[in-house]
């Protein structure tokens, strides 16, 4: 299911309220910690990871950690608090990407959390011969601009008006490598509906229970992307909900059940 065309409202304020969850989600990541070292182990390619707004590197190190000891080349954006898009940070994330394909001679997996994330799809969509694929955390990718809980913030940051950046772009359309969206329908900072992937050939959306906070140590997301990244390259297959994980994974693209949801409204 591609992202809605309808406008949609930022989150509830008790789900705003319940991303104090974030908590919880990192002990429960610290808990899970050997179960997910069973997952897929890595071929030793790179991985850059991206942070959301506000955030820095210091904020993915528990994923980086994790990636890193699953065998993969992992390595942070580098560019300090994620303040959106300000003038040369395009640039210097052109320039880090480069960087890291000639070091290791091979194309870099892309992690991006929250606004981190839509950085990374223009960074594939700029650069795809040097991306492997492409994995999203929460990234309002179709939203409205204030579909969100922190679009002041936003502003105060980037020092721009909320939507101005990409005017001109379609950011909703996926960059010509593989894309995978995870993301929590109980998102308390922005609506969920867009931060899903349009249907295509190279794309597939995850659906966690949790926190948009949480997302980058939620341990159903990062088993997700471990199994993403553990792919033999060239051999993108969307995510296999069979078995064991059904229950675990809910299918992405069922009807929106918001309003059966006591913490919707």
């Known amino acids: 299911m591609g992202t809605s065309p309808d406008p949609v409202a930022p989150p509830s304020r008790m789900l705003l309220n319940l991303e104090l969850r974030a908590a919880f989600e990192l002990q429960a990541f610290i808990t899970a910690y050997p179960m997910l070292r069973q997952a897929p182990r890595g071929d030793g390619h790179p991985v850059m990871v991206l942070p959301g707004l506000s955030a820095s590197d210091h904020s993915t190190v528990p994923l980086r950690t994790y990636l890193r000891e699953q065998g993969y080349r992992v390595h942070g954006w580098k560019q300090g608090q994620n303040k959106g898009p300000r003038p040369g940070v395009e640039q210097a994330l052109d320039g880090r990407l480069a960087e ?60 721009r008006e909320i939507g101005t950046w990409h005017r001109g772009r379609d950011i909703t359309e996926p960059p010509p490598v593989p894309c995978t969206a995870i993301f929590t329908r109980t998102d308390g900072i922005v609506a969920w509906q867009g931060c899903r992937e ?68």
């Open 100 to 159: 890291l394909f000639d070091r290791y001679d091979a194309p870099v997996s892309l992690i991006g959390i929250s606004l981190g994330g839509i950085f990374a799809r223009e960074l594939a969509r700029r650069s795809p011969d040097k991306v492997r694929q492409v994995i999203t955390l929460g990234s309002p990718i179709g939203n409205p601009p204030k579909a969100s809980n922190v679009w002041p913030l936003y502003e105060r940051l980037s020092a």
């Open 198 to 265: 349009r249907k295509d050939t190279w794309t597939d959306n995850i659906e966690v229970d949790g926190s948009h906070s949480g997302l980058g140590h939620n341990p159903l997301a990062v088993f997700a992307i471990a199994d993403r990244l553990a792919q033999p390259q060239d051999e993108w297959a969307p995510f296999d909900r069979g078995g064991v994980r059904r229950p675990l994974y809910p299918d992405p693209n069922r009807p929106d059940d918001s309003r059966a949801n006591p913490f919707a409204a």
